[in-house]
T-cell receptor
Framework: LAKTTQPISMDSYEGQEVNITCSHNNIATNDYITWYQQFPSQGPRFIIQGYKTKVTNEVASLFIPADRKSSTLSLPRVSLSDTAVYYCLVVRYNQGGKLIFGQGTELSVKP | GAVVSQHPSRVICKSGTSVKIECRSLDFQATTMFWYRQFPKKSLMLMATSNEGSKATYEQGVEKDKFLINHASLTLSTLTVTSAHPEDSSFYIC????????????????FGPGTRLLVL
């Protein structure tokens, strides 16, 4: 599976839009991208996933350029409760959804 | 979203004893479940893939005789840490896969809340 690289940490303030970019240069055509959020001492929570272009749900948007070598998770108007670790993962189709976690991005939202 | 539960949420045991952790998919059936462990301030490490009705597939470096996995039904997988030692103290998390037909065939993992194991 393609290795992912994302910033180790990011700081933001309440009400701002936060964009976390992840690179996955070796993504294959049968891979898609998924993002998870994790709070301390909890299991990760699914945020969003996509294959190409733009995907939006009630909590976030995911932008994937045409070459798919990177993706950007966009969190609109963050609040203090969005302080968490965010993981970008590349998933291969038809492998049961197997996930290999990288280091993640520790987002700190300040008042 | 799909709900996955784990029991117990935390357990303290003496060195040398065995501990069983249950993972259940509450509102869906899961042919595939996964087990992870996570140390403080570290990322999740995949331990094994649990397939209903067949033997688990362990990741490299994970002792299958140490971490016994049983996936006896479509809603239950168990992880037994045998002869636990203090170095087995960790946060153990399970997940279960839900298949979606949107944007093609995608499989989304939903995670349990985790089990904190402390071996004294």
């Amino acid at each position: 599976l393609a290795k992912t690289t994302q910033p180790i940490s990011m700081d933001s303030y309440e009400g701002q839009e936060v964009n976390i970019t992840c690179s996955h240069n070796n993504i294959a055509t049968n891979d898609y991208i998924t993002w998870y959020q994790q709070f301390p001492s909890q299991g990760p929570r699914f945020i969003i996933q996509g294959y190409k272009t733009k995907v939006t749900n009630e909590v976030a948007s995911l932008f994937i350029p045409a070459d798919r070598k990177s993706s950007t998770l966009s969190l609109p108007r963050v609040s203090l409760s969005d302080t968490a670790v965010y993981y970008c993962l590349v998933v291969r189709y038809n492998q049961g959804g197997k996930l290999i976690f990288g280091q993640g991005t520790e987002l700190s939202v300040k008042p | 979203g799909a709900v996955v539960s784990q029991h117990p949420s935390r357990v303290i045991c003496k060195s040398g004893t065995s501990v069983k952790i249950e993972c259940r998919s509450l509102d869906f059936q899961a042919t595939t479940m996964f087990w992870y462990r996570q140390f403080p301030k570290k990322s999740l490490m995949l331990m094994a893939t649990s397939n209903e009705g067949s033997k688990a597939t362990y990741e490299q470096g994970v002792e299958k005789d140490k971490f016994l996995i049983n996936h006896a039904s479509l809603t239950l997988s168990t992880l037994t840490v045998t002869s636990a030692h203090p170095e087995d103290s960790s946060f153990y998390i399970c997940s279960a896969t839900v298949s979606s037909g949107r944007d093609g065939y995608q499989e989304t993992q939903y995670f349990g809340p985790g089990t904190r194991l402390l071996v004294l």
